[in-house]
């Protein structure tokens, strides 16, 4: 399936850190459209594309058979203020979240937890970027009980 890329979304892809063997987190992934643009840069890595609306992970699964076949691009429905690695899943290297409500401050009742699950879900070293924000590492997330 052709994308129609926006320019928003081609440009803050091209602007992640992503080397070819990294576990990339994407936050609130909607239809999948940078999730598919993310997975085209790895290699031996993956990307798995999260979003809270089983609408949009079915559209994003619909739109990605050739990129899920390839081992390198998976989705999950769940909310980041839900999510948890499941038994035995490896932690990532790097998370982005575009206009994400829990972490860009329209939801901020949200934010504590979304942002004590990705302390959990990140390895030791790993950023998180949040639309233009200054890139966070992981050691200076808030935990979460």
């Known amino acids: 399936m052709a994308d129609r890329i926006s320019s928003r979304i081609a440009n803050a892809v091209a602007a992640l ?20 643009l993310v997975s085209q840069k790895l290699k031996t890595g993956m990307i798995l594309a999260i979003d809270r609306s089983e609408k949009a992970i079915a559209a994003a699964i619909a739109g990605s058979e050739e990129e899920i076949a390839t081992g ?18 490896p932690q990532f290297d790097l998370a ?37 924000a200054t890139p966070l590492s992981a050691a200076d997330l808030p935990d979460f009980p």
């Open 17 to 36: 850190p992503i080397s070819g063997d990294m576990r990339v987190l994407e936050i609130g992934c909607g239809p999948g459209v940078a999730a598919r």
């Open 72 to 89: 390198r691009l998976a989705f999950r429905c769940v909310a980041i203020e839900d999510f948890v690695l499941e038994t035995g899943e």
């Open 96 to 132: 982005f979240a575009m206009r994400v409500g829990a972490l860009d401050g329209r939801h901020s009742e949200l934010e504590a937890q979304a942002l004590g699950r990705l302390k959990a879900a990140l390895a030791p070293g790993a950023v998180l970027i949040i639309d233009d």
